[in-house]
């Protein structure tokens, strides 16, 4: 017999795992997460987890507020005692230049302050006494949020998982979704290597791979994707873990910093990244010119980088739409297919919150948040959610 279930999450990551969980807390429904590989091996367990308000798309501070929300009260909000995060709270730091980017920070400060943000301008002195290592002389503004910082993606992950299992859900991981099961213009189900399951809720959140699952049904996702790398820089003396995470502007690649275990600074960026046609293809192999570049940018902003060595790198897919922020929620004219991708780098620190308003919609109740505007149709409109900044996962 087909086994069933009142929804079915693909994707057992930080989005995944975040909509199961509060589709059973807050439905008591009868839940399974399918995933092609183990929990956490995508994606998330890449991300450099960073949870900052700084967005000039207000909509995604107001997420993002929900989220730091969410880790400040871990145990609480997953109603689960061993649940643990490593949420790291740091403060965040964005560093730019005069002109009309420094206009765009201030009326982006504006925005945020105005859904309740708690962040705003600093002079470059008041910069020097958070991080006194950074170089200055080329930044003409600067921006604090001291509530934000960073997580563990495994321990984030593994608790909203090990949190809804308590509550029932079904996790299976090494289990792939090879077909979305439609009848007339609803879902019935997921077609899986191991046979079908029926349900009437199928949600994908399985980021990159959901071009795989929706295009099929006749959907056009708008989807890119792209490869992203993270390289961890060590000084002769160990990087401060209290340091504020750092966003440099004043890099062509978006650059930001943080610090990390081992006392080493974690470096990434928030451009484009490297076009690749399948998120399967990730090439490990970082060119030496690229790191070149990290480490000189680095050294640049912080000269005690200046003889830094290189001790580790990773790369990951970036899921990208055409305006850099992401698709949600339930799609028209497919009853019950709830569609979850394009976070385009900033998926994290969204997550969280984006978990509790999928399984509000799901469940028909009231929303927190108005997620409305993060329709697919919005690419037809022409309605995009552009950011002030242009090109990048700090929209």
């Known amino acids: 017999m087909t086994e069933s279930f009142d929804a079915i999450v693909v994707g057992a990551g930080i989005v995944g795992a975040a909509t199961a969980f509060h589709l059973a807390k807050l439905g008591n429904l009868k839940v399974c997460v399918l995933d092609q590989a183990g929990a956490c091996e995508g994606g998330t367990g890449k991300s450099c987890a ?11 501070t107001a997420l993002t507020l929900k989220s730091l929300d ?4 871990f145990k609480d909000w997953l109603e689960y005692g061993e649940a643990e995060s490593g949420f790291v709270n740091t ?16 009326t982006a400060l504006r925005g945020q302050q105005g859904v309740g943000a708690e962040t705003w301008e600093l002079s470059l002195a008041e910069v020097r006494e958070k991080h006194p290592h950074l170089f200055l002389d080329d930044i ?3 921006a604090y949020e001291p509530d934000s910082g960073y997580a563990d993606p495994y321990l984030t992950t593994m608790s909203f998982l090990n949190a809804a299992r308590k509550k029932g859900v079904t ?3 090494n289990e792939a979704v090879t077909a979305v099961r439609v009848a007339g213009d609803r879902v019935v189900g997921v077609e899986t290597g191991n046979g079908s399951l029926s349900a009437p809720v199928v949600v994908l959140a399985c980021g990159p791979w959901s071009r795989t699952l929706a295009e099929p049904l006749g959907l056009d996702l708008r989807l890119e994707v792209s490869q992203h790398a993270v390289l961890t820089f060590a000084a002769d003396t160990a990087y401060d873990g209290r340091y504020p995470i750092v966003k440099d502007m004043n890099t062509a690649n978006k650059m930001y910093f943080r ?6 600074a974690l470096v990434g960026t928030g451009d484009h990244g490297r076009h690749i046609a399948d998120p399967d293809e990730l090439d490990g192999n970082l060119p030496d010119d690229f790191i070149l570049l990290q480490g000189g940018q680095l050294s640049r902003r912080m000269p005690n980088f200046a003889n830094a060595r290189l001790t580790a790198s990773w790369v990951g897919a970036y899921d990208i739409t055409p305006d850099w922020n992401p698709v949600l929620g339930l799609v028209p ?16 620190k969204l997550a969280p919150a984006i978990g509790m308003l999928l399984a509000q919609e799901i469940l028909d109740q009231p929303r927190s948040i108005d997620i409305s505007a993060y329709d697919i149709g919005r690419f037809t409109r022409t309605d995009l959610l552009v950011g002030a900044y242009g090109e990048g996962s700090i929209s």
């Not at 610090?259 to 080493?264: E, I, K, R, Y």
């Open 259 to 264: 610090p990390a275990n081992g006392g080493v």
């Open 50 to 60: 960073i949870v900052r308000s700084h967005y000039s798309v207000v909509s995604n």
């Open 140 to 142: 003409a503004i600067a």
């Open 171 to 173: 996790v299976r991981t």
């Open 91 to 106: 403060g965040y730091l964005i560093l730019g230049s005069e002109g009309p980017r420094a206009e765009a920070m201030r």
């Open 70 to 73: 969410i880790f400040a009260n």
């Open 333 to 348: 004219g497919i009853e019950g297919l709830s569609l979850n991708y394009g976070f385009s780098g900033h998926g994290f």
